[in-house]
């Protein structure tokens, strides 16, 4: 248990208690060995898309350009939070430094909202790609997707900046238990002895700009794509599009639907009662679904995969 300096929050805590699953310590055991498997499985996949899309000439395209950055984006959300947690499953030490709470937070945040623009981003490439193709190479040129992620990135960094200094200075109750896997902002939010309104309304209003707004902007763009490729005429085009259209969709609806559901309402009963199941999911499932649904199924990234092998052996 980590010791306090005196009051609630006047002075910083040592550290903080994460309970995770302590509960039921058979079922930590086995979750452990479930969340290192698809860990590794996460790492290896991601790696492998961000290498291909970096080493082949055939994926300097903007749409792998995206997938790629997408595949950093997962990594960097894995390693913040996954060895942690690996951690909190197997050892009896549960507990996590003040700083190392801070730094998980601010990078989970920054990767998150980051996650979420570059999502809309690709949904304006396939729309660009679908309804204009003739313009496509013109207007989606290299230095206009390298402007989108550095934009992406740096809403990430303003609403990490923003979001996890005021969450640290909430006034936090004696026992600093946090009752989830990882510091997130819903579970510093419960640990809170204060009045949080205004902290839940400012994660009410960040999550709609960041899921809500963007989502209707994904679904806008795809209902133009919808229009353009009733009319398209190459069988092959119309299912190649509708594929990749599909696959995105899938993925924006389970970033943003699990998201959305922890932190519209952080203090809600529902949130409270399901919140570790969305954190997993989150952070462990999503990031292994994105390259298996986006990108390793496809067969530009096999003949690429190959394209390597074949240098390599």
Same mark, same amino acid.
């Given at each position: 248990?980590?010791?306090?300096?005196?009051?609630?929050?006047?002075?910083?805590?040592?550290?903080?208690?994460?309970?995770?699953?302590? @509960?039921?310590?058979?079922? @930590?055991?086995?979750?452990?060995?479930?969340?290192?498997?698809?860990?590794?499985?996460?790492i290896l996949s991601n790696s492998s898309i961000v290498l291909?899309?970096?080493?082949?000439?055939?994926?300097?395209?903007?749409?792998? !350009?995206?997938?790629?950055?997408?595949?950093?984006?997962?990594?960097?959300?894995?390693?913040?939070?996954?060895?942690?947690? $690996?951690?909190?499953?197997?050892? =009896?030490?549960?507990?996590?430094?003040?700083?190392?709470?801070?730094?998980?937070?601010?990078?989970?945040?920054?990767?998150?909202?980051?996650?979420?623009?570059?999502?809309?981003?690709?949904?304006?490439?396939?729309?660009?790609?679908?309804?204009?193709?003739?313009?496509?190479?013109?207007?989606?040129?290299?230095?206009?997707?390298?402007? $989108?992620?550095?934009?992406?990135?740096?809403?990430?960094?303003?609403?990490?900046? !923003?979001?996890?200094?005021?969450?640290?200075?909430?006034?936090?109750?004696?026992?600093?238990?946090?009752?989830? !896997?990882?510091? @997130?902002?819903?579970?510093?939010?419960?640990?809170?002895?204060?009045?949080?309104?205004?902290? @839940?309304?400012?994660?009410?209003?960040?999550?709609?700009?960041?899921?809500?707004?963007?989502?209707?902007?994904?679904?806008?763009?795809?209902?133009?794509?919808?229009?353009?490729?009733?009319?398209?005429?190459?069988?092959?085009?119309?299912?190649?599009?509708?594929?990749?259209?599909?696959?995105?969709?899938?993925?924006?609806?389970?970033f943003y639907g699990t998201v959305a559901m922890v932190y519209?309402?952080?203090?809600?009963?529902?949130?409270?009662?399901?919140?570790?199941?969305?954190?997993? !999911?989150? =952070?462990?499932?999503?990031?292994?679904?994105?390259?298996?649904?986006?990108?390793?199924?496809?067969?530009?990234?096999?003949?690429?995969?190959?394209?390597?092998?074949?240098?390599?052996?």
């Amino acid at each position: 248990m980590p010791k306090t300096t005196g009051r609630t929050n006047q002075s910083f805590p040592v550290g903080f208690v994460l309970l995770g699953m302590s @509960e039921w310590p058979q079922l @930590e055991r086995m979750l452990f060995w479930v969340v290192i498997l698809l860990f590794t499985m996460t790492i290896l996949s991601n790696s492998s898309i961000v290498l291909l899309s970096c080493m082949d000439p055939h994926l300097h395209t903007p749409m792998y !350009f995206f997938l790629g950055n997408l595949s950093f984006l997962d990594l960097c959300l894995t390693t913040a939070s996954v060895p942690q947690m $690996l951690s909190l499953l197997w050892g =009896t030490d549960k507990s996590i430094t003040y700083t190392g709470c801070v730094i998980q937070l601010s990078v989970f945040l920054c990767v998150g909202a980051t996650e979420g623009v570059l999502l809309v981003e690709m949904a304006f490439d396939r729309y660009i790609a679908v309804c204009q193709p003739l313009r496509y190479t013109v207007l989606m040129h290299r230095p206009l997707c390298w402007k $989108l992620v550095f934009l992406a990135w740096l809403s990430g960094l303003i609403v990490s900046l !923003f979001q996890s200094s005021t969450t640290f200075q909430l006034p936090f109750c004696p026992h600093h238990l946090l009752d989830g !896997f990882l510091c @997130e902002v819903p579970v510093l939010m419960r640990l809170a002895c204060g009045d949080t309104t205004a902290n @839940e309304w400012q994660m009410t209003i960040t999550a709609v700009i960041f899921t809500m707004v963007p989502v209707g902007l994904i679904l806008a763009s795809y209902g133009c794509i919808v229009q353009a490729v009733r009319f398209m005429k190459s069988e092959e085009g119309r299912k190649k599009a509708i594929s990749t259209c599909s696959s995105h969709l899938l993925v924006v609806f389970m970033f943003y639907g699990t998201v959305a559901m922890v932190y519209t309402d952080p203090k809600s009963n529902f949130a409270s009662k399901n919140g570790k199941f969305f954190t997993f !999911f989150y =952070t462990v499932v999503t990031p292994l679904l994105n390259p298996l649904i986006y990108t390793l199924r496809n067969q530009e990234v096999q003949d690429a995969c190959l394209r390597q092998l074949g240098k390599w052996i």
